[in-house]
T-cell receptor, first 114, second 111 residues
Framework: TQLLEQSPQFLSIQEGENLTVYCNSS?????LQWYRQEPGEGPVLLVT?????EVKKLKRLTFQFGDARKDSSLHITAAQPGDTGLYLC??????????????FGQGTELSVKP | KAGVTQTPRYLIKTRGQQVTLSCSPI?????VSWYQQTPGQGLQFLFE???????NKGNFPGRFSGRQFSNSRSEMNVSTLELGDSALYLC??????????FGPGTRLTVL
């Protein structure tokens, strides 16, 4: 069974702090995605990374794919209350067109207090 | 461009009943995936349909089934509902490269 371990599961911080969320596996992924989900809504895709060592930035969010494509991290700089939500990583061990299923981590519940 | 539509948004059923949920993907997308989300298990893959054919399936019992129509709209059905089926059921519309765009979900409560 392929597993994606996310840590931490819960994170409560003050506005302006920095944070990092980790996503780890023993499996190699062809691609990895990060989503953000707000209560009562579906997850929203933030980024897809496909190359080992790849770094992508989305405003204050920085996403990195590990060199071996087994892990990823999400770093948020100067967190704001609007960043509050459930952050999910999800990976495919085979490319989509070869039948690769998307496996989700358990999620990190982030709360940013003003 | 309209997003993914799921109906109904909320549903309350009793044990033993069956339920059908509907999903309309983004126009032009031919693939739809279904997921079950619970606090304890997180997001778990149910199945994926492409051009009316089931392309992939997760590890759920046969009570969970789905289908896709020629207009790409999809339905999933759960028969003989159990208390543990209470969950948020999410549908995702997929691009040809596998990027997923989720709908708002259907919140199913089984009493």
């Amino acid at each position: 069974t392929q597993l994606l371990e996310q840590s931490p599961q819960f994170l409560s911080i003050q506005e302006g702090e920095n944070l990092t969320v980790y996503c780890n596996s023993s499996s190699v992924f062809s691609s990895l995605q990060w989503y953000r989900q707000e209560p009562g809504e579906g997850p929203v895709l933030l980024v897809t990374v496909v190359t080992g060592g790849e770094v992508k930035k989305l405003k204050r969010l920085t996403f990195q794919f590990g060199d071996a494509r087994k892990d990823s991290s999400l770093h948020i700089t100067a967190a704001q209350p609007g960043d509050t939500g459930l952050y999910l990583c999800a990976g495919r061990t085979r490319i989509y067109n070869q039948g690769g299923k998307l496996i989700f981590g358990q999620g990190t519940e982030l709360s940013v207090k003003p | 461009k309209a997003g993914v539509t799921q109906t109904p948004r909320y549903l309350i059923k009793t044990r033993g009943q069956q339920v059908t949920l509907s999903c309309s993907p983004i126009s032009g997308h031919r693939s739809v995936s279904w997921y079950q989300q619970t606090p304890g298990q997180g997001l778990q893959f149910l199945f994926e349909y492409f051009s009316e054919t089931q392309r992939n399936k997760g590890n759920f019992p046969g009570r969970f089934s789905g289908r896709q129509f020629s207009n790409s709209r999809s339905e999933m059905n759960v028969s003989t509902l159990e208390l543990g089926d209470s969950a948020l059921y999410l549908c995702a519309s997929l691009t040809s490269s596998g990027e997923q765009f989720f709908g708002p979900g259907t919140r199913l409560t089984v009493l």
